[in-house]
T-cell receptor, first 113, second 113 residues
Framework: GDSVTQTEGLVTVTEGLPVKLNCTYQTTYLTIAFFWYVQYLNEAPQVLLKSSTDNKRTEHQGFHATLHKSSSSFHLQKSSAQLSDSALYYCARSNTGYQNFYFGKGTSLTVIP | DAGVTQTPRHEVAEKGQTIILKCEPVSGHNDLFWYRQTKIQGLELLSYFRSKSLMEDGGAFKDRFKAEMLNSSFSTLKIQPTEPKDSAVYLC???????????FGPGTRLTVL
């Protein structure tokens, strides 16, 4: 069946160092798009990145992700983490199926000085 | 343009009470979603409407949870009767079409005593 997997529940990184949040998926239906959502404390989730093109890098706010259909992945990366990046990150996928939107369980990122 | 609005922002209920949460989607959006958010489970889909038709009723949630879409600009989520394990943040989201980016409301934080 369809699913989105985020392997890390908690990630802690030192300010200025690179960070990578993993996202893989299983699919039955045709994909429409992939998303990374970010949720800051006491705020609603909001889209950080979205992509529907295989092997094309997408960037926003210093973060980037590339959809790789060959490995069923859409990992989120940043070369230099900032304290303000501390938040909850969700990977999500939309498709043409009956239930058309799947979220991963989320990764809580903490950036420390 | 107004985003997704949810009321109330906070709700405290006694065990066994009936509570109704309200959501107004972004004007013109055709899809509406209700989620429950907890630290352990992340985002769990409760209900999904497409053009006011119920597409997904949340499986395990459907015995005490009932979402309705009274018109294209207003939805309610009723929990009856409430239990302490229902304590969570309830998020409403809407999107323009199937598979498109979801826009989230600020959520309702429910505490059941």
């Amino acid at each position: 069946g369809d699913s989105v997997t985020q392997t890390e529940g908690l990630v802690t990184v030192t300010e200025g160092l690179p960070v990578k949040l993993n996202c893989t998926y299983q699919t039955t239906y045709l994909t429409i798009a992939f998303f990374w959502y970010v949720q800051y404390l006491n705020e609603a989730p909001q889209v950080l990145l979205k992509s529907s093109t295989d092997n094309k890098r997408t960037e926003h706010q210093g973060f980037h992700a590339t959809l790789h259909k060959s490995s069923s992945s859409f990992h989120l990366q940043k070369s230099s983490a900032q304290l303000s990046d501390s938040a909850l990150y969700y990977c999500a996928r939309s498709n043409t199926g009956y239930q058309n939107f799947y979220f991963g369980k989320g990764t809580s990122l903490t950036v420390i000085p | 343009d107004a985003g997704v609005t949810q009321t109330p922002r906070h709700e405290v209920a006694e065990k066994g009470q009936t509570i109704i949460l309200k959501c107004e989607p972004v004007s013109g959006h055709n899809d509406l979603f209700w989620y429950r958010q907890t630290k352990i489970q992340g985002l769990e889909l409760l209900s999904y409407f497409r053009s006011k038709s119920l597409m997904e009723d949340g499986g395990a949630f459907k015995d005490r949870f009932k979402a309705e879409m009274l018109n294209s600009s207003f939805s309610t989520l009723k929990i009856q009767p409430t239990e302490p394990k229902d304590s969570a943040v309830y998020l409403c989201a809407s999107s323009f079409r199937q598979g498109a980016e979801q826009f989230f409301g600020p959520g309702t934080r429910l505490t059941v005593l």
